[in-house]
């Protein structure tokens, strides 16, 4: 059985991790990375509250 041959495991494993480098930078130096977007600034607006000021003051006294 060749898999027991335990001569060839090293040639075999160090070109498959050769391949697979390669492999990889290439398929990386392909990829098109975009420019990073610019930050804007947003302005956060308040919302309306939908209960009336003076039922938070009398119920919700930590408010």
Same mark, same amino acid.
């Given at each position: @059985?060749?898999?027991?041959? =335990? +001569? @060839?495991?090293? #040639?075999t494993? #160090? +070109?498959?991790?050769l391949?697979?480098?390669?492999?990889? !930078?290439?398929?990386?130096?392909?990829? +098109?990375? +975009?420019?990073?977007?610019?930050?804007?600034? =947003?302005? =956060? !607006?308040? !919302? !309306?509250?939908? *209960?009336n000021?003076? *039922? =938070?003051?009398?119920? #919700?006294? #930590?408010?």
């Open positions: @059985m060749p898999q027991l041959d =335990t +001569s @060839m495991w090293l #040639l494993i #160090l +070109s498959m991790l391949t697979l480098f390669v492999l990889f !930078q290439l398929k990386i130096s392909k990829h +098109s990375y +975009s420019p990073n977007p610019k930050l804007a600034h =947003t302005k =956060t !607006q308040k !919302q !309306q509250a939908p *209960w000021t003076t *039922w =938070t003051k009398i119920y #919700l006294p #930590l408010l």
